[in-house]
């Protein structure tokens, strides 16, 4: 039987069977996915398991020295083969069940795995500083940022300043406005960017616009990075938090639409955890740098 591991950066999940383990220890900020994973697995009740698939958060596309989760996994669970996965490939794989297209991951972050004929691509997951455009924290910051604006009568929208009095204040109360409390305002704030566009502030609007297009612009080249067709029918799935947002996924969508025409959106049929499964039974080899496998030491 499998064990599944899902690490990402609010928590994690891992399942087995009829054994199901959600801990709120993720992955921390600068922390490598190793030694989360050694925090997490500390915390939790004593497990056994021939073969462990790991999907984590933190590997940025390229899956390091799987020996090291192989040791790691020999000593929790008694482990003799290892599947270390990226995210987004876990992802991909639950979403889509190995059909050609791509997975567009939208949380705090923003990941896209594509895979056509084998060959698989990942884009953006470059992190908040440098990429992760479109994703909870690209869009939160925007509107706080846009909203301080607003307060200091450098920009008017005063639908704006009105939607996010609340996250004005929980700004005014951090102690570091750098820091990682100040990240997590950010993420938790997307949510109400998106709503203050579904209402008709200007600013927000526009936020969100430029997010789908950014967003868009990402899964167009995950496809063409597996060589794929721009007038073939690749399946698009669209998950994570913001993708509740109806509005949102409709722009990321049309996007999408102007350069792949034939795309067919569809809901995902899985998460990371059926995709590490997935990837368990039947993807028994490495597919780097997305996935590596790590056999008895």
Partial sequence: MVLRVDLGQSGT???????SINSTRGKLAGEQPLSALRSVFEDIEKLSSEVVALSC??????????????????????????????DGLAGFFGALHGANGVVLSIGGGV?????????????????????????????????????????????????????FHAQLLAYDRLESKNGSEAATLAIESARTLLDAADSGAKSAVAIRNEGAHLLAQTVIATWLGVHGPTDASPQIAIAG???ANTNYVDAIQNSIKAALPNAQFISALGDNLDGALWIAEKLTSDAPPLLRWSHEL
Avoid: N
């Fill in 13 to 19: 999940r891992l399942r087995m069977g009829d054994i």
């Fill in 57 to 86: 958060t933190g590997f940025g596309g390229i899956v390091t020295d799987p020996d090291e989760f192989g040791a790691l996994c020999k000593e929790f669970f008694g482990a003799k083969k290892v599947a270390v996965i990226d």
């Fill in 111 to 163: 990941v896209a795995v594509g895979g056509r004929d084998g060959e698989f691509a990942h884009r953006d997951g470059l992190g908040s500083t440098f990429g992760d455009e479109g994703g909870g924290f690209w869009l939160g910051k925007l509107g706080i940022t846009k909203a301080l604006a607003v307060r200091q009568g450098r920009a008017s929208d005063a639908d704006l300043l009105e939607a």
């Fill in 241 to 243: 938090g913001p993708s």
